[in-house]
């Protein structure tokens, strides 16, 4: 929005930024409530980057676009979440820079309750809060409390408080002092969504990098949230191909790959398949849907532990899972397959 050149210039406190992909269906809901905050016009501002690469419907969302509130809408070519919010750090020019999903809806309070939580916390870096789903169809009854997370779905409890060291903030609903952020090098681009691949943890890599530079990680339960799971998300198929790419994304945060687990990954999958009935006791068991919610996430951690194991000495995985449906394959070849499946299912 223009500033008449002769009015005082006055910053906003805090910059909302949403970043999106091909989801101007769902991209005006999520700036409508931005538009509906209850903090004065003037203590924020509303920075939008699209990656899109669906140009035509960019152009046709931006055509009838009327935003009310202070705000600015950033094109950016080059895929990345993760570059689309060192962008938006970038452009904000508050002290504080919030982030929302194109798909999630800002409760009324949301920034205000930001910064009511960084000047009760003078210590603070990094401050979020939970992130309630908005179901695109019914819960599915399999899925259990642990895994609810891979939906982006968070509640740390009715307390705000200091975070612990293995605590974490979602992206959908995390603000950072823009002070503290760029200290901490910004987010890492090879990190986070680059176009369809389930890459993530940026979130914990910056969140990790602001701690270690003094500051402390927030949980305040009054920022809330409100996110789409969406109708291709609540299948076991999506679920497992998710759990995967963590266990990829994992890689870059935390070295765990030491050699002295192997030994309780290959329990964790044997355990698994001896769970099943002898005929599925093999690789293709992996990919089995089912209604045991425990079944499904013994199958998750299985796959989790599979996935270290890949990643690490490449013995003979036939000799754990079996041959059924890689009949004739190398080892190579087997290893390929499997990963393919996990990463890529149909």
Known sequence: M?????????????????CTFNRHDLLLEAIM????????????????????????????????????????????????????????????QAEFVAFMDDDAKASAGWLRHILNAFSSHEAAGVVGGPVRPIWAVRRPSWLTPQ?????????RGDEARVLGAEEWLSGTNIAFRTRAVTQAGLFPENLGRIGRLL???????????????????VYEPKIEMHHR????????????????WQVLSDLFVDDQMHPDNA???????????????PRHRGAMGLFLDTDDPQLLLAQTEAI???????????????????????????????????????????
């Open 2 to 18: 223009p500033r008449d050149p002769l009015e005082p210039t006055v910053l906003p406190k805090i910059s909302a930024v949403i």
């Open 33 to 92: 409530s931005i538009e509906l905050q209850d903090l004065p016009a003037h203590d924020y501002e509303l920075i939008i980057v699209d990656n899109s690469d669906d140009l035509q419907a960019r152009d046709r969302f931006r055509e009838g676009l009327e935003i009310t509130c202070a705000h600015r809408y950033i094109e950016e070519p080059r895929p990345g979440l993760s570059r689309a919010r060192n962008i938006g750090i970038h452009a904000a």
């Open 147 to 155: 895994l609810e997370s891979y939906l982006t779905i968070i509640d």
């Open 199 to 217: 890459l993530s943890n940026e979130e914990l890599f910056v969140s990790k990098r602001v701690r270690d530079l003094g500051y402390t990680v």
């Open 229 to 244: 799971v969406h109708a291709e998300r609540v299948s076991q198929s999506w679920l497992r191909r998710r759990v995967f």
């Open 263 to 277: 030994e309780g990954d290959v329990r964790r999958v044997l355990d698994f398949l001896m769970k099943l009935a």
């Open 304 to 346: 989790c532990a599979l996935a270290r194991l890949l990643a690490t000495d490449c013995r003979d995985w036939r000799s754990l899972l079996g041959t059924e449906g890689y009949a004739g394959d190398d080892n190579d070849t087997f290893c390929s397959r499997l990963i393919d499946n996990l990463a890529h299912p149909a």
